[in-house]
C-alpha cells in the first residue's frame, strides 16, 4: 500500500503486533478497509524474538505465530504498511505518518486501534551502559531473531518471566548460565527478600516451574523464616537453569566490555551482605526490571489513562469492549497492561470486532463481541506466565473504573 501520500480508510490500526494484526483481521473480515502501520520492518510485532520453552517439554516459536497472523491479515485484505512510525494522531482520524520516501504521509480513518505494545524498564545497576550488558528483550532478538550467541558465560539479573526466559534460551544455545539473581534496585525499589521473590515466581511463572513452586510456593513465601530457608535449600531450577533467590546481582565489572558480576548473599529482609560478595566472571549480562505498557501516542488523543495495580504501570481507561473515553478509539494488548501474546491476540479481536460495530458494520454483532470477550477471558486463565501477578484483579479493577467513569458503553 504505497504512492499515495494520503490513505482513506474505515479502520487503522497502530502495531502489527498480535494484537494489532487480529484486531485488523477481525475489522476486514467484516468488510472494513482496514490498514495496519508498523516502525518495524516485518509484522509480528515482539512475536518473532519470543521462543516459549513453556511446558518444559517442547519449544514453541513466536515466529510461527507472526506468520500466521500476517498470512491471516493478508488473507483477509488488511494492509500492512512497515517501516512507518505513526508520530501523531488527531480524533476523528487523522494519522500522520513517517515511513518510506514513496509511502503515505497521511492516514484518515474512522474508528482506530491502537496496540503499540509494551517497553522494558532498565535495571540501573552500576555497570549497566557496559558493552555485552543487555535488556532480556534485546537479547531475544540477538538470539531468537538473528540466530546470534552474545557470549560464552551470561548472568540473568531480574527475576521476571522475560529474564527466566532468556535464561532458558541461553543455555539452550550452548551459553553457560552462571545463574539468574535478583538485580539490586538500591534506594530506587523494593528490597527482594528470598521469601518475596518466591512468592512472586510462584503466582508469575508457577505453572511453568518445577512442581514444588507451583504448589507450596505461596504458600511457603507466607511465612518469612520458612521462606528464606526454602529459598536458599529448595533445588530451585528452571529447564536447567539455576535460580538464586538468596543472592542479588550489587554491580558489573569491566574495561571496554563487561568481564564480571559482584553477586552478595541477602538477609530475610533482602539486605545485601556486603562482606560476603562475591565475583564471577561473565562476559554477556541480561539486566531489565521487567516489561510497562506503551502509551505515549494514547495519551496524546486525551484519552483517559489511570494506574492500576496489575497491568505494570498507566494505561489508558477502557471498557471491556477495549474502548476508550475518546470515541472511535480502542486498544488492545501490551498497551492496556503487559500479557502473554496469546492474551493479546484474543484482546486484539475484541477491539476489532467492537471497532467495527461503533462503525455499525452488519456482522458486528453484540454476540459475536461477547463470544471472542470470553475467548480472551480463557486464554488469560490459562497463561501459563503472569508478567504481573495481580493482572486478574487489575482487569476486574479497570472495569470497575470504566463502569464508573463511563456508564455507556461506545
Ligand atoms: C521486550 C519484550 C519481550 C517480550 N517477550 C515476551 C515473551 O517472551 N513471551 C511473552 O509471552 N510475551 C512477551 N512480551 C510481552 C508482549 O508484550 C506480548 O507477548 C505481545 O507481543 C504483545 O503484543 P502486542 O501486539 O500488544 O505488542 P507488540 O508485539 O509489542 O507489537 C507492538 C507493535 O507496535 C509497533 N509500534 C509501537 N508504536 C508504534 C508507532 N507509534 N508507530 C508504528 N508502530 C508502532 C511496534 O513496532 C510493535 O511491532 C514481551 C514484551 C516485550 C516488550
Request: charged content about 20%; hydrophobic content about 45%.
Amino acid at each position: 500500500m504505497t504512492g499515495d501520500a494520503r490513505l482513506d480508510v474505515d479502520l487503522a490500526v497502530v502495531g502489527a503486533g498480535p494484537a494489532g494484526l487480529a484486531a485488523a483481521t477481525a475489522g476486514a473480515r467484516l468488510g472494513l478497509t482496514t490498514v495496519v502501520f508498523d516502525e518495524g520492518m516485518q509484522p509480528g510485532g515482539r512475536l518473532p524474538g519470543q521462543v516459549h520453552h513453556g511446558d518444559g517439554r517442547r519449544w514453541h516459536s513466536g515466529r510461527d505465530d507472526a506468520e500466521r497472523l500476517t498470512a491471516a491479515a493478508g488473507e483477509a485484505g488488511v494492509g500492512i504498511v512497515t517501516g512507518t512510525t505513526v508520530w501523531g494522531l488527531e480524533p476523528a482520524w487523522d494519522l500522520f505518518l513517517d515511513g518510506a520516501a514513496d509511502g503515505p504521509r497521511f492516514c484518515g480513518a474512522r474508528v482506530v486501534v491502537l496496540a503499540t505494545g509494551a517497553t522494558e524498564v532498565p535495571a540501573p545497576l552500576p555497570g549497566w551502559t557496559l558493552p555485552g550488558v543487555m535488556t532480556p528483550g534485546g537479547l531475544q532478538t540477538m538470539v531468537n531473531v538473528h540466530g546470534v550467541v552474545p557470549g560464552g558465560r551470561a548472568l540473568v539479573a531480574g527475576l521476571g518471566p522475560l529474564g527466566l526466559e532468556v535464561a532458558q534460551v541461553l543455555s539452550a544455545t550452548g551459553v553457560d548460565v552462571v545463574g539468574v539473581h535478583a538485580a539490586w534496585s538500591g534506594a530506587l525499589g523494593a528490597l527482594p527478600t528470598p521469601g518475596g521473590s518466591l512468592h512472586e515466581l510462584a503466582h508469575t511463572v508457577g505453572r511453568a516451574a518445577p512442581t514444588w513452586l507451583a504448589r507450596w510456593g505461596s504458600a511457603i513465601a507466607r511465612r518469612r523464616a520458612l521462606s528464606t530457608l526454602a529459598a536458599r535449600l529448595a533445588p530451585c531450577r528452571i529447564a536447567g537453569v539455576e535460580l538464586r533467590l538468596d543472592e542479588v546481582a550489587l554491580e558489573l565489572r569491566g574495561g571496554d566490555r563487561v568481564e564480571s558480576a559482584v553477586i552478595a548473599p541477602i538477609s530475610g529482609d533482602g539486605t545485601p551482605r556486603r562482606d560476603a560478595a562475591r565475583e564471577v566472571d561473565v562476559d554477556v549480562v541480561c539486566l531489565g526490571a521487567g516489561l510497562q505498557p506503551l502509551i505515549e501516542l494514547t495519551g496524546s488523543t486525551g484519552c483517559g489513562l489511570i494506574d492500576v495495580l496489575g497491568l505494570s504501570g498507566p494505561v489508558p481507561l477502557h471498557g471491556d469492549r477495549q474502548q476508550t473515553t475518546v470515541p472511535g478509539l480502542y486498544v488492545a494488548g501490551g498497551a492496556t497492561g503487559v500479557e502473554g501474546s496469546a492474551v493479546c491476540e484474543r484482546q486484539g479481536t475484541v477491539a476489532g470486532l467492537a471497532a467495527a460495530a461503533y462503525l455499525r458494520t452488519p456482522g458486528a454483532t453484540a454476540s459475536a463481541v461477547a463470544v471472542a470477550r470470553d475467548e480472551l477471558e480463557r486464554a488469560r486463565r490459562a497463561a501459563p506466565v503472569r508478567f504481573d501477578r495481580h493482572v486478574i484483579e487489575g482487569r476486574r479493577e479497570m472495569q470497575r473504573r470504566w463502569e464508573g467513569a463511563c456508564p455507556t458503553t461506545m
